[in-house]
């Protein structure tokens, strides 16, 4: 077993805690907005955080609820999973609503952005918890004169206790392909889904409530705006391979992602995109 109660997490990374009046609490680091913890009131930790995650200026945290944007992946010319979880955003409110708290990130084109995507935008990212709830909500504008494009997705990292006892339940009937052959389109028959090797499959509109089930713990997932999901664990030769994942750490997580991937967002100047994706302890 990992020891993985968060308590690795670089504490000279400049980031915000939030505390419901009801005692919910989650971290948000102003590096890439990206929530590293969330502990409901009435459990523990539902987030998975990488002890060995590299806390670099340019760097991706590895864990918790990466932001995604302008591009999922590698579906496009840009750099893997865009830049948007390598930046530092500015956060522009941090609001008490009696029970649910939130506080609002934002992030604009710099230089920095420009030399990547070459486009005026505001991305917004609204975190709330509350009643054993973690809502993320992300906002997209294009304040550019020309319309641009885009994929992301919220890069859930979970905390299991064991991989192989977990199910996801929700996605019979959903259409997917699995990320190493988009060509071939299956369509799940099962009603739970089971992790017993690696996984990395896109699910296409499958935006109804999820459900991640073990004997001992049931999380809801609820999704808005985005119409895809990813379920992502490298397993063991996966996790090898990734320098900043103990070798055991597959056991321990499981990515459930809010996506838009098969159609990806166009606006033109002035319009905003939303989507959110809410956990439900």
């Known amino acids: 077993m990992l020891t993985n109660q968060n308590q690795f997490i670089d504490q000279t990374m400049p980031k915000i805690k939030l505390t419901s009046s009801g005692g919910d609490q989650a971290d948000i680091h102003y590096h890439g907005a990206q929530v590293t913890s969330w502990i409901p009131a009435s459990g523990r930790e539902q987030l998975f955080m990488s002890p060995r995650t590299d806390f670099g200026t340019n760097a991706s945290i590895r864990g918790g609820i990466p932001v995604i944007f302008p591009q999922f992946c590698s579906e496009g010319p840009l750099i893997k999973h865009g830049f948007a979880r390598r ?3 500015k956060c522009v409110e941090n609001k008490n609503q009696g029970e649910k708290i939130s506080a609002i990130f934002q992030l604009k084109e710099n230089p920095a952005t420009r030399q990547i995507w070459n486009y005026a935008f505001t991305a917004e990212l609204r975190v709330t918890i509350g009643n054993c ?17 885009f994929t992301g ?4 990292y979970l905390r299991v206790d064991d991989i192989q006892q977990v199910t996801i339940e929700g996605l019979q009937e959903i ?3 699995e990320s190493s052959n988009r060509q071939s389109r299956l369509v799940q028959t099962e009603k739970e889904l089971r992790l017993m090797s690696e996984i990395d499959r896109f699910y296409m509109n499958a935006a109804q409530p999820l459900s991640l089930c073990t004997h001992e713990r049931l999380l809801g997932i609820e999704m808005q705006g985005f119409k895809d999901v990813v379920i992502w664990n490298p397993w063991i030769e996966g996790t090898v391979a990734l ?5 055991q750490a597959y056991r321990e997580m499981l990515c459930v992602e809010a996506a838009i991937i098969e159609d990806p967002v166009t606006l033109q100047p002035a319009q905003t995109w939303q989507g959110s994706q809410r956990l439900i302890a």
């Open 87 to 89: 930046m530092d955003w």
């Open 133 to 149: 709830m973690l809502e993320t909500a992300l906002a997209i504008t294009n304040t550019d004169d020309q319309p641009f494009t």
């Open 153 to 156: 997705a919220l890069h859930t």
């Open 175 to 177: 259409s997917y392909y």
């Open 243 to 247: 320098t900043d994942l103990e070798p």
